[in-house]
């Protein structure tokens, strides 16, 4: 039996860790199990129940003042992440093996290691290998995408994150419930977006006439082959947690080999009831 797993990934202070312990109390009133693998050596805040976090293999703060290593916070981090894809084994005793297992992990903001550096790959693989299905969850600030070029530019970060990774991916707009009713009107268009009308708004911000044929050419890319959506959510609308819910399940097939539960079966009526006794009663009366 498959286990289950999304890989929480996204900027800095993207609503990253509150997303997984959002999904957490979501799924409890849905009565599933889900837990948390904080993957961030340098967390000091989150309100969910940690099944294993990776600061009891490494801390950011050690390495930092380590005088060998002589890293600041940033290369501190990728020291403790390579670290990490060194030691596995650490991980792999963490979880241990439950099948039908679902496990956020909540990676750290640093946006390199999404982009070029190799870890999170290796981490999926080694996922893979242990027989997880893993999902990619993308998340952006929805605050920082209502205008064009800095949508462009999330998009660009969520795909760079689709082609390293190369698994199924579901990219979020977070802190919806923090737009104003304008903005939330305005960011419509981002959620289904058409790129081609987007470059030829004459409101846009797009204005270098020097790089428009180049964007141009990735809205294109991106609106013709549908690559990235995203979806939006608000941590205080059931509705719409569900439905990023059910997107996630839907890509890694969650649920598809659940052992199928018999329904309850009705009571049988006392075996020694004699419907001739009956019967007879009723006829003499
Ligand atoms: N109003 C509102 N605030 C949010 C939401 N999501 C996150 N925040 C706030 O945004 C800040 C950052 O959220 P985190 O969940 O810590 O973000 P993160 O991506 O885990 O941050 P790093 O781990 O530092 O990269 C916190 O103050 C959260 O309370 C949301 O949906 N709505
Ligand atoms: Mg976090």
């Known amino acids: ?23 957490v109390q979501h799924s409890e009133t849905l009565n599933r199990s889900v837990q948390v693998v904080n993957l961030d050596p340098a967390a000091e805040h989150f309100d969910y129940p940690v099944m294993a976090d990776i600061r009891e293999l490494i801390q950011v703060d050690d390495v930092m003042e380590d005088d060998s290593l002589r890293f600041g916070p940033n290369g501190g981090l990728v020291f403790c ?14 979880l241990g093996h439950v099948e039908d297992d679902y496990i956020l992990f909540d990676c750290p903001g640093q946006i390199e290691l999404y982009t070029h550096l190799p870890v999170m790959k290796q981490l999926v693989e080694q996922l893979q290998q242990w ?23 999330g998009v660009m970060a969520a ?18 419930d923090l737009l104003s009713p304008k903005a939330k009107k305005e960011i419509e268009k981002y959620l289904d977006p058409d790129m081609y009308s987007m470059m030829e ?35 205080t609308d059931e ?21 199928f539960k018999e329904p309850k079966e009705v009571e049988e009526e006392p075996a020694n009831l004699n419907y001739d006794e009956i019967f007879q009663d009723k006829v003499n009366s």
Request: glycine share 6%; with cysteine; net charge negative.
């Open 1 to 23: 039996m498959p286990r289950y797993a999304q890989l929480v990934m996204g900027p800095a202070g993207s609503g990253k860790s509150t997303y997984c312990s959002t999904m």
């Open 81 to 94: 992440m390579e670290y990490f894809a060194n030691n596995f084994d650490w991980l792999e005793e963490s």
């Open 201 to 235: 708004d004459g409101s846009n911000t797009i204005r270098s006439k020097k790089f428009k044929k180049l964007t141009k050419a990735i809205c294109g890319l991106i609106d013709d082959y549908s690559i990235v959506r995203f979806l939006p959510f608000d941590r």
């Open 159 to 176: 795909l760079s994150a689709m082609v390293s990774l190369e698994i199924p991916q579901v990219n979020i707009m977070t802190k919806m």
């Open 131 to 153: 027989e997880f299905r893993v999902c990619g969850v993308f998340l952006v600030d929805s605050q920082f995408m209502v205008e064009s070029f800095k949508f462009i530019s």
């Open 239 to 259: 509705e719409g947690i569900n439905i990023v819910l059910q997107h996630i399940d839907f890509s890694i097939q969650y649920g598809e080999d659940l052992e």
